[in-house]
């Protein structure tokens, strides 16, 4: 058994969709990205990253650290990446299926300070506040994914992301998307996984966590980030490739503009994993908003953020690859 949502905008006559684009127009955004990785390029830290890149047909500038990526290993990713992604937990029951015009929500994270639920004052999380989020988020049936949603304090943030999933582990009954910072660290949690599952193979085949990837805008692959997901899809944990640009700050202020670079990003790591391995399950990310042009905050719950994630969401669906969109 599994949980699937219900489905919105399709070709039905029941469900409200949002049709930003036509295929045709979804096509040309595909182009222009294609494009872009060619005649661009994206700025690759990971010495790693490169030569497997480079290695495939990529050209790598190796002054500047740019990879140029032609455009049939774009079309050969986005054809091996699996077109449906089940988010396994550790209660099979509870098991999310993420497809093609099926939506379902999760919490969103990583909060820097918590109202503290007694005294309402404004203060950091500690360990305990992490246990009693996760246990909020298993037992709220709207939610059928966990994200990490705060951060203990009092431990080494270098390994805050290890203390998260301890806490899930220990915690959750659901799939979770938490995003490893060091390779290190990844290969710590996915061998806390494999005791959890009773062994790494039954592990791999029902992986109880997803890595979340960020790029960074404008067109640069860190070398954490980049080398963290190529440790994940060794150790057989899912991934989802979340591009954070910031329109008018890190990103061209024209939404349109953003589209091409921010998918450019995401395509670029697709490109990767697929290199890595072949058929390795990812999705399809985006937290991307405004920038206040005052005051250089990022605006979340703007309507520009929801116009971008429907766009995202079309641009995945237009690829046939899993998708996940920051809400308002």
């Known amino acids: 058994m599994a949980v699937r949502g219900l489905h919105s905008g399709s070709a039905r006559m029941e469900g409200i969709g949002l049709n930003m684009f036509t295929d045709d127009e979804l096509y040309d955004v595909h182009l222009a990205t294609l494009d872009l990785l060619w005649n661009v390029g994206v700025k690759v830290e990971s010495e790693e990253a490169r030569q497997i890149l480079s290695d495939s047909g990529c050209i790598l ?14 079309e050969d990713a986005l054809r091996s990446i699996p077109k449906t992604f089940r988010a396994c937990g550790r209660d099979s029951k509870k098991d999310w299926i993420c497809e093609n015009n099926r939506p379902g929500f999760v919490n969103f994270g990583e909060a820097v300070q918590m109202i503290d639920p007694h005294t309402r004052e404004i203060r950091k999380a500690v360990r305990k506040d992490v246990d009693d989020a996760t246990k909020i988020c298993d037992a709220m049936d709207q939610i059928v994914l966990f994200e990490r949603a705060i951060a203990p304090s009092e431990v080494d943030p270098d390994v805050a992301q290890v203390h998260i999933a301890d806490s899930f582990y220990n915690n959750c009954t659901k799939h979770a998307y938490i995003g490893m910072n060091r390779p290190e660290n990844m290969r710590a949690v996915a061998k806390m996984g494999y005791a959890v599952s009773g062994g790494e193979d039954k592990f791999r085949a029902r992986p109880l966590f997803s890595q979340s990837t960020d790029p960074v805008s404008p067109l640069v692959q860190s070398k954490g980030a980049t080398d963290t997901l190529i440790e994940a899809i060794r150790c057989g ?10 329109a008018g700050g890190t990103t061209c202020v024209n939404l349109a503009g953003t589209l091409v670079t921010e998918n450019a990003e995401k395509l670029s790591m697709f490109v990767l994993s697929q290199l890595v391995k072949k058929g390795h399950p990812m999705v399809y990310g985006t937290s991307t908003t405004m920038m206040d042009l005052r005051t250089t905050v990022a605006c979340v719950g703007t309507p520009e953020l929801a116009l971008f994630s429907a766009a995202v969401a079309k641009m995945a669906q237009f690829y046939h690859i899993p998708v996940w969109v920051a809400g308002g």
């Open 61 to 74: 500038d190796p002054v500047t650290n740019i990879v140029k990526i032609p455009a049939h290993l774009v």
């Open 237 to 246: 944990v899912p991934a989802k490739i979340n591009s954070m640009g910031l």
